[in-house]
């Protein structure tokens, strides 16, 4: 996957109207796309977990917390990625995320070694089978973005924030 | 929900979303076709919204969970808002690629109400 900013006029480093420091990388470009992916994934694990908790919390307490915590992350992760260019939330990102990607694993491979801990579904389950896959390889590319896109230095004694308003 | 309604939601957001992903991917900005895919498809999801209040008191009530139909209409419907919005922060390619992953999600979503419409409560 290319990793070239796309280099359209609309692209300039001018903040939008934004009171963000220049040295910030921007949301910006396919990171953007990762983001809604993030955020659609945020609205569907809330929707169904709020369901799922306010009809019948007491048939799958196990399943239907989980589905509640994977809603929190996914909103976590989604708005930390997009305040990402701050060295807080990027630091945020990396804990949502990492914790996403476990929970994957560990809830994908649990529903299938002890599927009776799963019988009703949950966004992790079979490793997001139930999402095509996107709940496992959501996370990966999460990361990747974080890798690729730190946040300009890390974070200074002197802010250059301050001395660039 | 009716069945050839839901197959003509379907239809346009499955086009819409093929639609500005080709167009995203191949490099096209955000334009009047683009955004208004994204327009037609929500106009449809408020129709929905009409017929789905009006459909249990015409013979054709939900047959499961309204409670879980409901929240999904109401992220269907919302979520083009937020993501057209989020997709015109920025005039890229990426913007309508993100355009298109808004649309085929609502594809899913429609598919996603229609099962819950027809499909009974522990079925």
């Given at each position: 996957m290319s990793t070239a900013r796309p280099t359209t006029p609309?692209?300039?480093?001018?903040?939008?109207?934004?009171?963000?420091?220049?040295?910030?990388?921007?949301?910006?470009?396919?990171?953007?796309?990762?983001?809604?992916?993030?955020?659609?994934?945020?609205?569907?694990?809330?929707?169904?977990?709020?369901?799922?908790?306010?009809?019948?919390?007491?048939q799958a307490p196990l399943a239907y917390t989980l589905s509640a915590v994977s809603a929190v992350v996914y909103i976590v992760a989604t708005l930390a990625l997009i305040w990402s260019g701050r060295p807080g939330w990027y630091r945020?990102?990396?804990?949502?995320?990492?914790?996403?990607?476990?929970?994957?694993?560990?809830?994908?491979?649990?529903?299938?070694?002890?599927?009776?801990?799963?019988?009703?579904?949950?966004?992790?389950?079979?490793?997001?089978?139930?999402?095509?896959?996107?709940?496992?390889?959501l996370p990966m590319a999460g990361l990747w973005w974080l890798v690729v896109h730190r946040p300009s230095g890390r974070v200074p004694a002197a802010a250059p924030e301050e001395a660039a308003a | 929900m009716i069945l050839w309604f839901t197959v003509v939601q379907l239809a346009v957001a499955v086009s819409a979303g093929l639609f500005c992903l080709i167009m995203g991917f191949a490099g096209k900005r955000p334009n009047d076709w683009t955004v208004g895919s994204l327009a037609l498809v929500e106009l449809l999801l408020v129709v929905q919204v009409v017929m789905a209040i009006v459909s249990p008191f015409a013979g054709n009530?939900?047959?499961?969970?309204?409670?879980?139909?409901?929240?999904?209409?109401?992220?269907?419907?919302?979520?083009p808002i937020g993501g057209v919005v989020w997709a015109l922060l920025e005039r890229s390619r990426w913007s309508t690629v993100i355009l298109g992953v808004v649309a085929l999600s609502l594809a899913v979503m429609i598919w996603r109400m229609q099962v819950i419409w027809t499909t009974p409560v522990g079925g």
């Open positions: 609309s692209d300039s480093s001018q903040p939008e109207g934004s009171s963000a420091a220049p040295t910030r990388p921007r949301m910006r470009g396919i990171g953007r796309v990762l983001v809604i992916v993030y955020a659609v994934m945020a609205l569907g694990a809330t929707g169904r977990s709020f369901v799922q908790i306010a009809r019948a919390f007491d945020v990102a990396w804990v949502a995320i990492v914790f996403e990607l476990a929970g994957v694993l560990i809830v994908g491979t649990l529903s299938l070694t002890h599927p009776a801990l799963f019988q009703h579904q949950t966004v992790w389950s079979q490793f997001g089978l139930g999402y095509v896959l996107i709940p496992l390889f | 009530p939900a047959l499961g969970d309204p409670l879980e139909y409901g929240v999904y209409l109401v992220s269907a419907v919302l979520l």
